[in-house]
């Protein structure tokens, strides 16, 4: 019998909801972090979670709000510019879950709009009393280093990257 025939109706129904919040959790960034709301874009993390993109380490909402509010993002909103993430694979286990999927920062410049990058995202993601918060988010740009693969792997299979 498959792991999945061995699961009730109700623990089947409870990982699909949960799938679905995360889902619409990751789907909520990027409006958020495009329309600037820092606070908001934050509240999607534990309050001590970790943006991981590239060589920057973000800890803790102070630290994302920080970076939503900079000179270089508000750059970005005030030019014009999207966040576009693609649909995350979302594999639950419990209360913890990872997510995977690609992402694209497109903006608007003197000759029209263009892909500023192409980003793999894997996400740790932990249920609280407030619901899904993100633990980790890891980001690492798909220019041909051999860790954003590895990244878009690993969440793929659900499994996790960070031991924090």
């Given at each position: 019998m498959?792991?999945?025939?061995?699961r009730?109706?109700?623990?089947?129904?409870?990982?699909?909801?949960?799938?679905?919040?995360i889902?619409?959790?990751?789907?909520?960034?990027?409006?958020?972090?495009?329309?600037?709301d820092?606070?908001?874009v934050?509240?999607?993390?534990?309050?001590?979670?970790i943006?991981?993109?590239d060589?920057?380490?973000?800890?803790?909402?102070?630290?994302?709000?920080?970076?939503?509010?900079?000179?270089?993002h508000?750059?970005l909103?005030?030019?014009?510019?999207?966040?576009l993430?693609?649909?995350?694979?979302?594999?639950?286990?419990?209360?913890?879950a990872?997510?995977?999927c690609?992402?694209?920062?497109?903006?608007?410049?003197?000759?029209?709009?263009?892909?500023?990058r192409?980003?793999?995202?894997?996400?740790?993601?932990?249920?609280?009393?407030?619901?899904?918060?993100?633990?980790?988010?890891?980001?690492?740009?798909?220019?041909g280093?051999?860790?954003?693969?590895?990244?878009?792997?690993?969440?793929a299979?659900?499994?996790r990257?960070?031991?924090?």
């Amino acid at each position: 019998m498959s792991a999945e025939g061995s699961r009730t109706v109700e623990e089947r129904l409870a990982a699909l909801e949960a799938a679905r919040a995360i889902s619409d959790l990751i789907a909520t960034y990027g409006p958020l972090v495009d329309s600037g709301d820092a606070e908001a874009v934050a509240a999607l993390w534990e309050p001590d979670g970790i943006y991981d993109i590239d060589e920057t380490r973000l800890e803790g909402h102070a630290a994302i709000e920080a970076m939503v509010r900079s000179r270089g993002h508000q750059g970005l909103i005030a030019a014009g510019c999207a966040h576009l993430l693609g649909p995350p694979r979302v594999t639950v286990d419990g209360d913890e879950a990872v997510a995977v999927c690609q992402s694209l920062l497109v903006a608007h410049g003197e000759k029209g709009f263009r892909v500023l990058r192409a980003t793999a995202n894997h996400w740790h993601l932990r249920r609280g009393p407030a619901g899904w918060r993100v633990r980790v988010r890891t980001g690492r740009v798909l220019d041909g280093r051999t860790e954003a693969p590895y990244l878009l792997a690993e969440g793929a299979h659900g499994r996790r990257v960070d031991e924090t």
